[in-house]
């Protein structure tokens, strides 16, 4: 190994805080806005919009089957994109506005029929789905080209993945507070003028993440064709492993979240208890602090099945906590800790993957590989994982704003524990086929390093 590998290998040039916060602040406002929606909007559809849970269920299958399959086009455009600002960076400039935008019409809330209401719920919703990947791809997209160091990568997407979680946290806990204030009675009004200030703060945020962030690794590439991106993905099994597993996280995530308000409220009889869950999900935070020390124990593949593992075990929990608020908040909590771990642990590894590919092809398509790793595995697995519930709960005979039947408490019961368990434990498995491609991402970099710096020589 030359020197100048062996000094590449080494380089352990540290991110400045003020620009791990501007990254953290594109996931702030991701989830801000997203999360809002994947947290409520079954609610929001059947019980103020006035749809019924078929047609809600629907549209949440109709629109992530549609627009996932975007988070490929947009890799393309992404590894087609060169400018002055980078590669991926541009697009927190360029897709604020209609991310916003798309987002507040979604709770806007128009007087219309009963169908009209099915299609204005079905395009906005497709085209926010569609703005939220060309905002979110690039996010991921970014970090292989924010440094070449592994653990700056882990650090980097590690307090990403904290402020994703403040986003989170925000919405979760005081959306319906936030509602109920600016509404009063009138809960479209409320929906709506709550959609306008989440919309203007994550507009705020992907402002500051686009003048703040800064690229590296792009001034020498060159726009690939969408042919060769597509080659980057062959023979890069670590890759089609972590996209599967990955959905499959989103798939059990979509499910425990989507139906909180819906237990809360007529299994518990107390549906402000919603926002106290919601809160307790920033117990991820603790999951997410816990990375960069399990990785120095433990392989990244298992710290995520560890991860999978524990949130399976606080939704198994969850059936069991009966009437009891407190032991419910206890086995959401140790959910939450294990979502935190399985949640953040893909996105640092993409970018493991987008060098295995780069290794085992020749091509580097961090965007599609990125795209289909992050935005498609979160659209395909949250989409599904909210109509889910919704086939589970109009099978067992759900109706909006009545005491529900003993069977329709039954399916909100399954659906909120032992359906997100299942996901999780799936997910977990198919990870441990990872473990074996892990064991070579040492000779990958340094294979990858002697052949840039023989280029550069």
Known sequence: MTSKVADALKSTERIPFHRLLSYASTDAAGNLLYCTVTTFILYYYTDVFGLTVAAAGTILLAARILDAFDAPVWGFIIDHTHTRWGQSRPYFLWMAFPFAILFVLMFWSPQLSTSGKFWWALVTYLLFGISYTGMSTPITAILPNLSNDSDQRIRLNSTRMIGGNLGYFITATFTLGIVASLGGHNAMAGWRYTAVVFAIAGFALLLFAFFDTREINTTSQKSLPIIDSIKAAKSNWPWFILVVVFVFYWLGNASRTSVVVYYTQYNLGNKGFASILNALVMFQVLGMILIPFLVKK?????????????????????????????????????GSIGTGIAVS???????????????????????????????????????????????????????????????????IKFSISYLPAIFFIVGAVIMTFYVKYENKETKVRADLTARRGAVED
């Not at 298992?302 to 059936?319: D, H, R, T």
């Not at 091509?363 to 889910?388: D, P, Q, V, Y």
């Open 298 to 334: 433990f392989k990244k593949s298992y710290v995520l099945i560890m991860g999978m593992a524990v949130a399976a075990l606080g939704q198994i929990v969850v059936s069991f906590t009966g009437h009891s608020l407190i032991a419910l908040a206890i086995a959401w909590s140790i």
């Open 345 to 411: 642990m893909p996105f640092a590894m993409l970018s493991d993957t987008v060098d295995y590919g780069e290794w085992k092809n020749g091509i580097r398509a961090s965007g599609f590989l990125t795209a289909i790793g992050s935005s498609f595995a979160i659209k395909i697995g949250s989409g599904l994982g909210g109509w889910a519930p919704s086939v589970i709960l109009n099978h067992a005979g759900y109706k909006a704003g009545v005491a529900q039947s003993v069977a329709s408490l039954s399916a």
